[in-house]
Nanobody, 123 residues
């Protein structure tokens, strides 16, 4: 079992920056990919950024050039550096970890979500 938890959200003024962290804890797993999603009030959850174990990244058009997803192997699944924030970036940000679970007799791929962290961009 893998536990995922986000941190780093908060209130920031337009044009400001925030760094979100995604922590993944447990035993017997490797991370295949980390995705950041967000959900604005009244809207569906959308994919913001993704990074795989080889460092390949991809971004939603709305955040490309402003957000950077970073992979980290030291107890954190990674970070989402968000710059030049705008009110439309407001929402709950979720980290999704795609993990490979190793047990004594099997290997399987699983997906784990964090509880989300609120990001509010307002003056």
């Amino acid at each position: 079992q893998v536990q995922v938890a986000e941190s780093g959200g908060g209130l920031v003024q337009p044009g400001g920056s925030l760094r979100l962290s995604c922590g993944a804890s447990g035993t017997g797993f490797n991370i295949n990919a980390v995705d950041w999603y967000r959900q604005a009030p009244g809207k569906e959850r959308e994919l913001v950024a993704t990074i795989n174990k080889d460092g390949y990244t991809n971004y939603a058009d709305s955040v490309r050039g402003r957000f950077t997803i970073i992979k980290n192997g030291n107890g954190n699944a990674g970070y989402l550096q968000m710059n030049s924030l705008a009110p439309e970036d407001t929402g709950v940000y979720y980290c999704k970890v795609e993990a490979r679970i190793w047990t004594w007799n099997a290997v399987r791929d699983e997906i784990y979500w964090g509880q989300g962290t609120q990001v509010t961009v307002a003056s």
